[in-house]
C-alpha cells in the first residue's frame, strides 16, 4: 500500500514542470498606500522592488499539479507609516509587470486568477503572499501551467515591529465591545502563507465563512494598548502580527458605537443564578451573546465566549464579569446580512449590560480514590475507621471545595477555584504542615494521626463573606490487633519502661501499667502527680530503681500503654520486656500498687515525726533534771563553805 502511495506521488510530481525564478528576470515596483473614504488623496506608507538584487525564497511551493515553484523573489513592504484606525493599504503597480492575482472565491476548485494593478490588505481581506502574472485571465489554478506564467514574485508586508495595527476601537471605563478579527480564511493559502488566529472561540455568522470572527475586545494585560487578533505566517517562517489598537477613555466622555447606544458600563449582580444570561428579567435568553471576562492578577485577563448550549460545558469563577451583547441589534444584524465588505472600516459593538455573580457558600468535602464523598464540613472532629484492608498500602484521598448551586450549575462546580485551593495535612511533632494525597497505615500505628482539609488563599485580597466550616477528621484502628512489642535488656542498667505522651496528635496518654510480678503492679494516672513516674524527652518514665531489693527475682516487665482519642476512644499498647539479668524485688512490701507505696512512705513519715517529738519531750526534761541538780549542788557547797569560816573565826 505504501509503495502504490509512492507511486502515485512520485507520477504526479514527475508530471510537475519547475519554473525557476532564477531563470526568469523581470522587475517591478509596488506602492503602499493608505484607503481612505474621507479623501482622494493618496498617501504612500511603503515602497517594494523585485529586481536582480531581490532576496529569494529557499523554499519551494507546489503550486499545483502542474507547477513546482523554486527561487521566488521577494517584494518586501515596509508599511511601519501606516496609521491605526485607517481602512487599510492599497498595493499598486508604479513601474513594471502588472497583472493577475490570485482571490479566493470560496472553495479551493473555484479559486481564479484574476487581473488587478491594484490590491489590497485591509479588514475585508489582505492579498499578500504568491503574486503570478498570466497570459490568460480568470483561469482556474488547478489549470494554471508554465506556460501560462509571465512572472512571479513573494509580497511580504512588514513593520518595525512585526505588528500591524490594522483597526482601532474605543473602550470606555470596562465595556468591552464587539470587534472583528481576521479568521483563518482571510487569507489565501494557496498564496504561500496562512493566517493563525490568536483565538478560535468567538462569534462566527454564517456568511462569514470562517474569514471573520466577532470577539469582544479588551485589553489582556493593564499595560497593553492593543487586541491582537493573530498572525501572518510567511512561508520563510517570519510573522506579522495582526491587532487592533486600543484607546481606554476613563473620563465621563462616552463611546457610543455605530448604532449611537451609549455604553452601560454598570456591572450589576445577578438577583439567582438562573438570571444569567439575560438583562432584564422579561428578555429572552436566546437575545444575546455571552462572554466572560477573567481579571487575573499574575496571568493575562481572559474574556472567553460561551456558546448558549455549551454553558453547562464551561466555568465561571468567582469576581468573572459576564457581558451580555444584544444579538438581534441593528449593527450584528447588517454583518449578519451583509458580512465585511470591501472598504468597511473596524465596528465595534457595545455591550447591552454587564453582570457579576455573588459570593457562593461552599463547604470541604473529603473523597476516597474513586471520587465518593467521605465527610463534608462540620464543627466536629470526624472518625475514619481504618479496617485491615487498608493497612501497608496507598490509600488515596483528596479535599474539595464544593459549591451548593453546583448541583444545578456545574459551570459553577469550580466558582473559587482562582481565589483559593485546599489541601489534605496533617501536623508532625513540631507542629509542622505536612501535606498528603495518600496516606500508609501500619499495625503499629504509623499513620494514624488528625488530618484536616487546610484552605489556602491564592488571591490574599479575597474575602470570604461567611463562616467557614472546617473538615478534621482523627484515624483510628477498626477491628486491627496492634502487635505487642518486645524488648530485651542485658543488664539493670539498660532497663527503660516508658509510654509515648502521645499518639502523634490524635491520642494522649491516660494510663500506665507496669507489671513487675504476679504480685507487684504499678499504676500510672494522668489525672494524679505520680511520684514513681516523670516525664522527660516526651515520654511518661518509670523509675524503678528504689522498688529494687535482694529478695524477688524479676525476669520480665510487662508495660500497658492507654491512651484516650480526641473522641474519646481508648488505644491499648502492650509492651513486654525481657531482663536477660536477674533482678531481686523486696518481697516483704508486698506493693500491689503505687498508691500502696505512697501509703506506706506517709505511714514511715507520720512515726518518725512521733519519735522526734518524743526525743525532743525526753531531752527537754533531761535537761531540766540536770539543771536542777547542778544548782542544788551549787546551793549546798555554799552553805558548807560559810560554817567553816564560822569555826575559824573562833
Not at 509587470?97 to 479566493?104: A, C, E, K, N, P
Not at 470596562?174 to 494557496?190: A, R, V
Not at 487586541?227 to 510567511?234: A, H, L, Q, S
Request: overall charge neutral.
Amino acid at each position: 500500500m505504501k509503495f502504490l502511495i509512492f507511486l502515485i506521488f512520485s507520477q504526479i510530481l514527475a508530471d510537475q514542470v519547475i519554473w525557476d525564478g532564477k531563470n526568469n528576470d523581470f522587475s517591478t515596483n509596488y506602492q503602499a498606500l493608505l484607503m481612505s473614504s474621507q479623501t482622494n488623496v493618496a498617501v504612500v506608507v511603503g515602497e517594494g522592488y523585485v529586481n536582480t538584487s531581490s532576496q529569494i525564497l529557499s523554499e519551494s511551493i507546489n503550486f499545483n499539479k502542474n507547477l513546482e515553484l523554486r527561487n521566488i523573489k521577494i517584494l518586501e513592504i515596509d508599511i511601519s507609516k501606516y496609521q491605526p484606525g485607517k481602512i487599510g493599504i492599497i498595493m499598486r503597480v508604479k513601474i513594471g509587470l502588472s497583472g493577475g492575482v490570485l482571490y479566493m472565491r470560496g472553495k479551493r476548485s473555484n479559486a481564479l486568477l484574476e487581473t488587478s494593478n491594484d490590491t489590497t490588505c485591509q479588514l475585508s481581506e489582505c492579498e499578500v503572499g504568491l503574486y503570478l502574472f498570466s497570459n490568460d485571465n480568470h483561469k482556474e489554478i488547478n489549470d494554471i501551467d508554465n506556460n501560462d506564467v509571465l512572472g512571479i514574485f513573494y509580497v511580504k508586508l512588514t513593520t518595525s515591529d512585526m505588528n500591524l495595527r490594522l483597526g482601532k476601537f474605543l473602550i470606555y471605563k470596562n465595556q468591552f465591545p464587539l470587534i472583528i478579527c481576521p479568521d483563518e480564511n482571510w487569507l489565501i493559502k494557496e498564496n504561500g502563507l496562512v493566517f493563525v488566529p490568536f483565538e478560535t472561540n468567538g462569534v462566527s455568522l454564517n456568511n462569514f465563512n470562517k474569514r471573520y470572527l466577532m470577539l469582544a475586545g479588551y485589553p489582556r494585560s493593564d499595560d497593553t494598548d492593543i487586541f491582537v487578533c493573530g498572525y501572518i505566517k510567511y512561508v520563510d517562517g517570519s510573522r506579522l502580527t495582526i491587532s487592533h489598537e486600543i484607546e481606554i477613555r476613563k473620563n465621563h466622555e462616552h463611546v457610543e458605537d455605530e448604532s449611537d447606544v451609549a455604553p452601560n458600563d454598570e456591572v450589576k449582580t445577578f438577583k439567582g443564578i438562573g438570571d444569567i444570561r439575560n438583562c432584564k428579567e422579561s428578555t429572552d435568553n436566546e437575545n444575546y451573546y455571552h462572554f466572560i471576562f477573567s481579571h487575573n492578577v499574575k496571568e493575562y485577563h481572559k474574556m472567553k465566549y460561551i456558546e448558549r448550549d455549551l454553558l453547562a460545558k464551561n466555568q465561571i469563577y468567582y469576581n468573572d464579569n459576564i457581558y451580555l451583547y444584544d444579538s438581534n441589534g441593528e449593527k450584528i444584524e447588517y454583518l449578519g446580512s451583509k458580512s465585511i465588505k470591501n472598504g468597511d472600516a473596524l465596528p465595534f459593538i457595545n455591550p447591552t449590560c454587564i453582570r457579576e455573580i455573588p459570593q457562593l457558600k461552599f463547604k470541604l468535602n473529603l473523597l476516597s480514590s474513586n471520587g465518593n464523598k467521605i465527610f463534608e464540613s462540620s464543627q466536629n472532629i470526624e472518625i475514619l475507621n481504618v479496617h485491615n484492608d487498608m493497612l501497608n498500602k496507598d490509600n488515596f484521598f483528596k479535599c474539595e471545595i464544593v459549591i451548593d448551586e453546583a448541583t444545578t450549575y456545574p459551570y459553577l462546580s469550580k466558582f473559587y477555584d482562582r481565589e483559593m485551593e485546599v489541601f489534605l495535612i496533617s501536623k508532625d511533632d513540631l507542629g509542622n504542615r505536612i501535606t498528603h494525597n495518600k496516606i500508609k497505615f501500619k499495625n503499629n500505628l504509623e499513620g494514624f494521626k488528625k488530618y484536616e482539609c487546610e484552605i489556602r488563599l491564592k488571591n490574599s485580597n479575597f474575602k470570604y463573606e461567611y463562616p467557614i466550616e472546617n473538615l478534621t477528621f482523627i484515624t483510628m484502628p477498626k477491628d486491627i490487633s496492634i502487635p505487642q512489642q518486645n524488648e530485651e535488656w542485658k543488664t539493670r542498667d539498660d532497663i527503660v519502661v516508658q509510654c509515648s505522651s502521645r499518639i502523634s496528635n490524635m491520642a494522649k496518654l491516660e494510663n500506665i501499667k507496669v507489671l513487675l510480678s504476679k504480685n507487684l503492679v504499678v499504676e500510672f494516672s494522668n489525672s494524679k502527680n505520680e511520684k514513681n513516674f516523670v516525664e522527660e524527652d516526651g515520654f511518661i518514665k518509670f523509675k524503678y530503681e528504689h522498688l529494687f531489693e535482694e529478695d524477688v527475682y524479676v525476669t520480665n516487665i510487662t508495660t500497658e500503654c492507654i491512651y484516650k482519642t480526641l473522641n474519646q476512644k481508648t488505644i491499648s499498647i502492650i509492651k513486654n520486656g525481657r531482663l536477660l539479668e536477674k533482678i531481686i524485688v523486696k518481697k516483704n512490701n508486698n506493693i500491689n500498687n503505687s498508691k500502696k507505696v505512697d501509703e506506706d512512705n506517709q505511714t514511715k513519715a507520720i512515726i518518725g515525726i512521733v519519735v522526734g517529738v518524743l526525743i525532743i519531750i525526753v531531752a527537754i526534761i533531761v535537761s531540766i533534771i540536770i539543771l536542777v541538780r547542778i544548782k542544788y549542788t551549787n546551793k549546798k557547797k555554799k552553805r558548807n563553805h560559810k560554817k567553816k569560816d564560822k569555826k575559824e573565826s573562833y
